[in-house]
């Protein structure tokens, strides 16, 4: 399938990573004159203040009380002590409260202080958030300006650990605070999109762009990471990115043309966590609390040190942490802040680096093990400032070396590298989260030559908490001309909590020989995916047993709109769910629960498969009260409830005397 650049010459996406210890962003536009997409790195623009460890391309991304109760974000945090990561005050301020969340967060049992204390409140976070994303916001426009292009996208990324508690509602509730800040910021200049930093980091391995900073990436992708890997049906891949406060992961199978990404779909189990909290930054503020607690009080009885020196500290442990091997155990690091000197042992420095990744590293070790056993070969990309640390560095190697021999015996061939030693490697999140927008296929491409289905979930039993699907799923609807088909579920009212349906799409419908009467669609299992052909995936669609009537139930997918050919105009499609009565099929029975979702199918920015978008649309099913069929267009009585004929009733009752309604209808158009 042929790639479109989604945007025109001129015009250019911004990939933007709000981290916990800095913001990065990136511009990705075409060429026109090379027909080439280039991605450039934003620097902070000239003559706004930031934390002097921070690169030209970083944006220190965190705030701090200063004498004066003020919360204030930038370079005078580097004098205040106890400074908190933007990112834990947007976690917050989005309603994620949570003991279990925010106070593994790096600066979140601070911030909970000062929240009791009222030292912050809303208003003073909402303040520095806006402060720091119109320094972004401005940034980008200077660079876009230099070089001639209108920022049109703007994609933003977010952690894969908010999406373990989704059914909580936190990951909806940040983004959703997020996005309300960055439209307070740009305004209705652009449009937003959002991707995980997983899917970002590997589109940034994997799609085929220029660097204006002549980065190594593509020499390391061929010689470290690909080595030796067969990619003609298509290239298993794990993408590790740890940052200052979380860990992400994201399993996938890419597929190649042309040597460029054309598809890539997640062969992540369903359910599974793919993302952990702890990072760097974590690091930091258990160091604090050892200098706090062993070092603080001595020089301060000794009028040594003050609280605000142990700022100095911290920005000195910043600086040496990265170049710090604390697996040497006769190492010291040695800290100066002001008039004060701390020596930390490497015993101290490794059991901080172990606790603050622990969750992370137990849950790569467990997707190494599972990849294993799939039995395909696969490659394993690491990424992340974390990394830079040799202890931490050396800790993964083992881990990594140890999967290898593992993998050998299940004949296996397992590559991996780290980004830590290519340029700019901080901002391949950003860099990804751009280039990922600019090649996109149409969502009617995408959806020819294949058919979307219902799949049939149940559980959990009262010894068993997991859920499991059937293995094929009843077809909907198929675009080799087919019209769409009816699926017909009698569901038990004991069964009602136990069972839901999620929406999927067979890319392979029409190239699969089949019988003309055949209705399903095989669900592929992960360990089938992987190393083989584009396989049956989830369209990001569930109807959920609280939305199923009991009995008779009937589904239907009505309504595509195949004449879509433009990028941001999504394929409609139309879900309905109703009961039926159980001796006449044709006749709809009226229910509470009857409805239908208002589906737009777009095409996912990093996958390049068809995805729905969020919050779709659910409205009532009405159904004519003389001859039951469903309607759209009705009259409806404004004094007698719940009558409603369709048009061709309505002329039949209204020539008819004897038939007619006691009162006026209004016509009431679907």
């Not at 008039?339 to 059991?351: C, F, G, H, N, P």
Request: charged fraction near 25%.
């Amino acid at each position: 399938m042929s790639h479109t650049y989604i945007l025109k010459p001129g015009e250019a996406a911004l990939g933007c990573d709000f981290g916990s210890s800095s913001s990065k962003q990136a511009l990705a536009f075409i060429e026109d004159d090379v027909d080439r997409v280039m991605m450039m790195r934003v620097p902070v623009a000239v003559g706004i203040t930031k934390p002097d460890w921070n690169s030209d391309y970083e944006l220190g991304a965190f705030a701090a009380l200063n004498d004066d109760d003020e919360l204030v974000i930038g370079k005078e945090c580097l004098t205040v002590n106890a400074t908190i990561p933007l990112k834990t005050l947007l976690t917050y301020r989005s309603g994620i409260t949570s003991e279990r969340v925010v106070n593994r967060l790096p600066g979140g049992t601070t911030l909970r202080r000062a929240i009791r204390s009222q030292q912050i409140n809303d208003e003073k976070i909402d303040n520095a958030l806006v402060q720091h994303f119109d320094i972004l916001h401005k940034s980008a426009h200077k660079q876009a300006s230099e070089f001639g292009v209108e920022i049109k996208v703007v994609v933003l990324t977010y952690p894969n650990y908010l999406c373990a508690y989704e059914k909580n509602g936190d990951f909806d509730r940040y983004m959703e605070k997020y996005l309300s800040f960055m439209r307070f910021v740009w305004g209705d200049e652009v449009k937003f999109k959002a991707v995980s930093e997983g899917q970002a980091a590997a589109a940034y391995i994997c799609e085929e762009f220029y660097d204006s900073l002549g980065s190594r990436r593509g020499e390391f992708r061929q010689r470290d990471l690909f080595r030796d890997l067969d990619r003609e049906n298509g290239l298993n891949l794990l993408i590790v990115d740890a940052g200052a406060s979380t860990l992400n992961l994201q399993a996938l199978s890419a597929y190649f043309s042309d040597g460029q990404l054309s598809k890539a779909m997640s062969n992540v189990p369903f359910d599974a966590k793919t993302g952990a909290q702890g990072g760097s930054d974590v690091c930091n503020h258990a160091v604090e609390s050892i200098m706090e607690r062993e070092h603080l009080a001595l020089f301060a009885n000794r009028n040594l040190i003050s609280r605000s020196q142990l700022a100095a500290l911290m920005a000195d442990f910043e600086r040496k942490k990265k170049s710090f091997d604390y697996t040497l155990n006769n190492e010291v690091l040695e800290l100066e802040g002001g008039k004060a000197t701390v020596l930390l042992r490497a015993e101290q420095v490794r059991k901080v680096f172990k606790n603050a990744f622990a969750e992370g590293m137990k849950l790569l070790g467990n997707e190494l093990t599972r990849m294993i056993r799939l039995g395909h070969d696969f490659a394993v990309l690491f990424c992340g400032g974390s990394y830079q640390n040799p202890g931490l560095h050396r800790e993964v190697e083992g881990l990594m070396e140890r999967t290898r021999t593992a993998g050998r015996r299940k004949g296996v061939k397992i590559q991996y590298t780290f980004l830590r030693d290519e340029r700019h490697a901080s901002s391949a999140v950003s860099a990804g989260a751009a280039v990922g927008m600019m090649r996109v296929p149409f969502p009617i491409d995408v959806l020819k030559g294949s058919a979307i289905g219902l799949h049939e979930i149940r559980g959990p039993s009262c010894d068993d908490n997991s859920w499991g699907g059937a293995p094929t799923a009843s077809v909907l609807y198929s675009s080799s001309g087919q019209p769409p088909q009816n699926l017909d579920v009698h569901i038990q009212p004991y069964e009602q909590r136990s069972l839901k349906f999620h929406l999927v799409c067979d890319p392979n419908w029409d190239s699969v020989a089949r019988t003309r009467s055949s209705r399903h669609i095989d669900i592929g299992r992960t360990e089938e995916v992987l190393g083989g052909p584009l396989a049956t995936y989830d369209l990001g669609f569930t109807v959920l047993p609280e939305q199923i009537p009991c009995g008779t139930v009937r589904f239907r997918l009505e309504a595509l709109d195949e004449n879509t050919h433009e990028w941001d105009r999504p394929i409609s499609i139309n879900l309905h769910c109703f009961k039926v009565s159980d001796t006449s099929p044709r006749i709809p029975v009226r229910d509470k629960k009857n409805t239908q979702w208002l589906l737009t199918l777009k095409t996912g920015l990093q996958t390049k498969l068809l995805e729905v978008e969020n919050d779709p649309a659910q409205l009532p099913i009405y159904d004519c009260r003389i001859c039951d069929q469903i309607i759209e267009d009705y009259w409806e009585c404004d004094e007698c409830e719940d009558f409603l004929i369709c048009e061709q009733c309505y002329d039949t009752v209204e020539d008819n005397p004897l038939r007619r309604h006691l009162h006026p209808l209004v016509f009431v158009s679907g």
